[in-house]
C-alpha cells in the first residue's frame, strides 16, 4: 500500500497547476485611409540645328533665332549652291524645334495652379476619395471602398503575453 500512495503522490505532484507572475492581454485595431496625389513631371526639350553636305557651297547661314520667355526659339534656314556643277552632291538640313522657354511658375498653397506642358511630360490622375471612410467601433473595423486611386487598410491584432 506504500508503494501505491508514493505513486499517487508523484502524479498529483505532476498535475499541480503552473502559476504566472504577469498575463497581458494587448488588442489594438487601426485603419489607414489613403488618397493617391496628383503629379506631373515635364522636361524641356531644346532646339537643334545642323547641316551637312557634300560639293554644297554655303552662301548665306541659317540658325536658330533667339530665345525668349513664352515664344519658341525659330530658325533661318541656309542658302547653298552646288561647288562643282554636273557632280552629284548631298544635303541634309534639320531643325527640331524645341519647348519655349515657360514663363515662371507660381506656386499657391503647395499646389501649382497650371503647370506647362513641354516636349516630354508625364501625368498622373489624383486619387478620387468618394465614400472612402473607416471606422473603428467596439474593435469591429468598417471599411468603405473609395474611387479610383484609393486605399482602405484596416487591422485588429490580438496579443497574449504570460511571463513567470
Known amino acids: 500500500m506504500i508503494k ?17 507572475n504577469s498575463i497581458t492581454h494587448r488588442l489594438q485595431s487601426s485603419v489607414q485611409l489613403s488618397v493617391d496625389a496628383a503629379a506631373t513631371q515635364a522636361n524641356r526639350i531644346g532646339s537643334t540645328y545642323s547641316i551637312q553636305g557634300n560639293n554644297i557651297k554655303l552662301d548665306t547661314a541659317g540658325g536658330l533665332g533667339s530665345l525668349t520667355a513664352g515664344a519658341a526659339v525659330g530658325y533661318t534656314a541656309a542658302d547653298y549652291s552646288i561647288v562643282n556643277a554636273g557632280e552629284s552632291f548631298s544635303l541634309t538640313e534639320s531643325f527640331i524645334e ?48 473609395g474611387g479610383a486611386g484609393t486605399q482602405a487598410l484596416g487591422q485588429f491584432t490580438s496579443e497574449i503575453q504570460i511571463s513567470n
Open 98 to 145: 524645341g519647348d519655349a522657354k515657360a514663363s515662371n511658375l507660381t506656386i499657391g498653397s503647395g499646389v501649382a495652379a497650371a503647370l506647362p506642358v513641354l516636349g516630354s511630360t508625364t501625368s498622373f490622375a489624383g486619387g478620387v476619395a468618394g465614400s472612402l471612410a473607416g471606422t473603428i467601433s467596439a474593435g469591429t473595423l468598417t471599411l468603405t471602398a
Open 4 to 20: 501505491s500512495i508514493g505513486v499517487a503522490a508523484f502524479a498529483l505532484a505532476l498535475a499541480s497547476p503552473a502559476y504566472a
